[in-house]
């Protein structure tokens, strides 16, 4: 068994959500919990013994604000919960006890924000103080960013920059395209035909500074060359001033330049930071995910490995300086963009002693982990030879990174081993569908429509849905320093074609210049004529892993297999057991339980699971009104330790009854 919390717990509290005594508040104070985005609460009510008694204590509905993706977890601080709900990304407050709305906020309609593709993805808020009074804060759609009074949800006074837009706040915002370096209009935004930037996860306070990542037009909706690099912005706290920009596409004379072979950086982009950050305050560092560069699946116009396309990235917080960074994907055409927060640990691996650690989780089913301070690897990285490409153009890394700890979590690559084998028949049903397509490992690389091989795709395993993604967070318990990953598996099968071919299928395309070649988007991928999935289960997994020792602990399959799998004719009589549903789903982990939502094998009924840390077995599970999405969040409000489930367009809070009965006398 794991130790209980040891000496090092003292270096663990600036990761850990604030608490009160006798756990009568247990606050959830970013996004991922606390800095270290662990979406670990100490909070001990909740017990394996009384997990089945839970019920809706209520639910907040976001309809009016015509909320739906569910993507945002609130902040639990002061009392209070803090959110942003729909597509224009109201800000709102709720009372924690009751669900009623204290206060909301918006910005007024501007054609920048109708424009953008990550509206309705806003995932949270950030919180600090400035001369000790709450604030609230916000990155937009439109790509503002807002200061808000968090108890009356009034923009700060003094703070940021009057913006020449008829109905904005003369105060409480920054305008942040203006700090970008690109021509723009305040209403519309930059021009799509020079590129496109917004902003999905919120900012990030770390001590005196606000640091806002960003996003763009999704890599596989591209089809021209040119776009703007997702490069991140820094702001004084205090007054909304900029503090700094970290140029993550390296100009002349920065570090990594040469790894743009052409002159590629001065008129393409992207490598966003659309994933949220995480920081280490007591360092004044802050760990920056990021995605590939311009257009997914290929990358012959930019030739080169392409910093900091797919990398992790340490900042130091007052200078935007960087102090370290490791790529894990060179010159990325997978779309394996980084696609979850950076998680803090403070490890103790034999052999090595302390380290303060950051784990990064991928979509290709690997968990990078790094000293957070140096960036030297925990465990030694091996580079080893992956394909080339044959598509016209293309000239891929020769080599990739591999961690040789912790093992993958997922299936990698694809084999004829891999292929479903419940009975002879489906084997061979599953070899002859895939006949049509080109296996092969992790980085297999696209085929074009018109490759020699005369298959219909390559297939990319894990695809760029994961392995692990955005939607479902792992998490970590730092006081046993366990990491919880949640994976499915997903291939997909990747086919380019031409650079205007592709650009017809694509409503308001970014840039001016067609690529070579760019996505495919005809749905191209193996399906069994029986039904059954052509790989073996599990289709969905939870997977342990001991951080300390690089050692996977337990893996179960996440849900239930589905009625569809399991009540099969080709299955007949065959007992496949679980397989999974083949959701990645979203977590908790408290003081007492690992806590999931899935659904039930008809694929209609939501669940609630809890499940024993060490060693992976159902000790609960309840039926609940919806299926959480993107993350979930535990917390205390008045002695009573809350479940928020993220429910689509809802909110909606677990508690035991006791917390219940209260809520409706209140």
Not at 120 to 144: M, W
């Amino acid at each position: 068994m794991k130790r209980p919390i040891s000496g090092t717990l003292a270096a663990l509290l600036f990761l850990l959500p604030l608490a009160v005594s006798a756990q009568d508040s247990i606050e959830w104070t970013t996004l991922g919990g606390d800095y270290a985005h662990t979406r670990y609460t100490p909070a001990a009510e909740i017990t394996a013994d009384n997990f089945n008694d839970l019920e809706v204590a209520w639910e907040w509905d976001g309809a009016t604000f015509q909320g739906y993706s569910g993507r945002s977890t609130p902040s639990y601080i002061d009392g209070k919960l803090f959110t942003v709900s729909g597509a224009r990304r109201h800000v709102v407050a709720i009372d924690p006890k009751t669900g009623e709305t204290i206060w909301s906020f918006r910005l007024p309609t501007t054609g920048r924000w109708e424009y953008s593709m990550r509206a309705s993805y806003g995932k949270g808020v950030t919180y600090s103080e400035i001369d000790g009074k709450g604030v609230v804060f916000v990155s937009t759609p439109g790509f503002f960013l807002v200061a808000l009074d968090a108890d009356t949800g009034t923009p700060i006074e003094n703070w940021g920059t009057p913006v020449p837009i008829k109905g904005f706040p003369q105060t409480g915002v920054v305008d942040m395209l203006a700090n970008l370096g690109h021509p723009y209009d305040p209403y519309e935004g930059i021009p799509l035909e020079t590129g496109y930037i917004t902003t999905s996860s919120p900012p990030l306070v770390v001590n005196d500074t606000i640091v806002v990542g960003n996003s763009a037009e999704q890599g596989y909706l591209q089809a021209r060359v040119e776009n703007v690099p997702g490069d991140i912005l820094a702001y004084d706290k205090n007054t909304g001033a900029l503090k700094w920009k970290f140029n993550v596409l390296p100009r002349p004379g920065e570090y990594g330049h040469e790894t743009w072979e052409n002159d590629a950086w001065q008129w393409t982009g992207d490598i966003s930071s659309w994933a949220p950050l995480s920081a280490d305050p007591a360092q004044n560092l802050v760990y920056v995910p990021t995605n590939g560069a311009t257009i997914d699946y290929y990358g012959g116009f930019r030739p080169g490995d392409n910093l900091f396309g797919t990398s992790l990235i340490a900042l130091d917080t007052e200078t935007g300086e960087r102090r370290w960074h490791f790529q894990m994907v060179k010159h990325d055409i997978w779309n394996y963009d980084t696609p979850t927060a950076p998680i803090l640990l403070d490890l103790n691996v034999p052999g090595q002693g302390p380290i303060p650690a950051v784990a990064q989780v991928t979509k290709q089913g690997y968990v990078y982990t790094f000293n957070r301070y140096t960036g030297e690897p925990v465990w030694p990285m091996e580079y080893r030879e992956v394909p080339a490409s044959i598509v016209p153009g293309e000239k891929l890394a020769t080599t990739q990174p591999f961690p040789t700890r912790p093992a993958p979590f997922e299936m990698q690559g694809i084999g004829i081993d891999d292929l479903v084998d419940f009975t002879p028949e489906l084997r061979q049903e599953a070899l002859a569908v895939m006949a049509d397509f080109e296996m092969g490992p992790l980085f297999n690389p696209p085929l074009h429509a018109e490759n020699p091989r005369g298959k219909i795709g390559a297939m990319m395993c894990p695809g760029g849905a994961g392995g692990a993604n955005i939607y479902g967070p792992p998490v970590a318990d730092p006081t046993s320093n366990i990491l919880y990953v949640t994976s499915m598996n997903s291939c997909e099968s990747l086919r380019v074609i031409s650079g205007e071919e592709a650009d017809a299928r694509i409503p308001e395309p970014t840039g001016t210049t067609f690529a070579q070649y760019a996505n495919d988007r005809g749905g191209r991928r193996p399906r069994m004529p029986s039904g059954i999935p052509y790989v073996k289960p599990p289709y969905s997994r939870i997977t342990a892993i001991d951080m300390d020792t690089g050692e996977h602990v337990w893996m179960i399959p996440s849900g239930e297999t589905p009625d569809r799998i399991r009540n099969n004719p080709a299955l007949a009589g065959i007992d496949i057991s679980d397989t999974g549903t083949g959701n990645i789903v979203t977590m908790v982990v408290t003081a007492n339980l690992l806590i999931y939502s899935d659904v039930d094998s008809d694929g209609e009924t939501a669940l609630l699971y809890a499940i024993d840390k060490a060693t992976g077995k159902e000790v609960g599970r309840i039926e609940v009104p919806a299926q959480s999405r993107y993350g979930m969040s535990s917390w205390v409000h008045d002695g009573h330790q809350y479940i928020m489930l993220q429910t689509g367009s809802k909110l909606t809070a677990m508690a035991l009854p006791g917390a219940a009965v209260e809520s409706a006398a209140h």
